[in-house]
Nanobody, 121 residues
Framework: QVQLVESGGGLVQPGGSLRLSCAAS????????VGWYRQAPGKQRELVAG???????NYDDSVKGRFTISRDNAKNTVYLQMNTLKPEDTAVYYCNGDLQTTGDSRIVGYWGKGTLVTVSS
């Protein structure tokens, strides 16, 4: 069974930083595109950053220049470094990964359960 587990959320003051991690475990053969999404209360879930297996990254305009996505393929882990945080960044952050498991040729998307980021003074 494959699991994606997010960690690193918490309470931070405006202007502060956090680093989120998304660790995949289980019978993983390969991890392809991984996205970090967020959902604020009363709002739709939105993609804030994504990264391909080769390391190409893209960002939503709202986080460009402040957030950096990276990955360690050897550790099956994707990170989201969040700097200069603003109150409007407050949300539950989820990762979603397109994974191929051992012995299965399909590529399937998996979600983590999320980690809460609160930006407040």
């Amino acid at each position: 069974q494959v699991q994606l587990v997010e960690s690193g959320g918490g309470l931070v003051q405006p202007g502060g930083s956090l680093r989120l991690s998304c660790a995949a475990s289980g019978r993983i053969f390969s991890i392809y595109f991984v996205g970090w999404y967020r959902q604020a209360p009363g709002k739709q879930r939105e993609l804030v950053a994504g990264i391909t297996r080769g390391g190409s990254a893209n960002y939503d305009d709202s986080v460009k220049g402040r957030f950096t996505i990276s990955r360690d393929n050897a550790k099956n882990t994707v990170y989201l470094q969040m700097n200069t945080l603003k109150p409007e960044d407050t949300a539950v952050y989820y990762c979603n990964g397109d994974l191929q498991t051992t012995g299965d040729s399909r590529i399937v998307g998996y979600w983590g359960k999320g980690t809460l980021v609160t930006v407040s003074s």
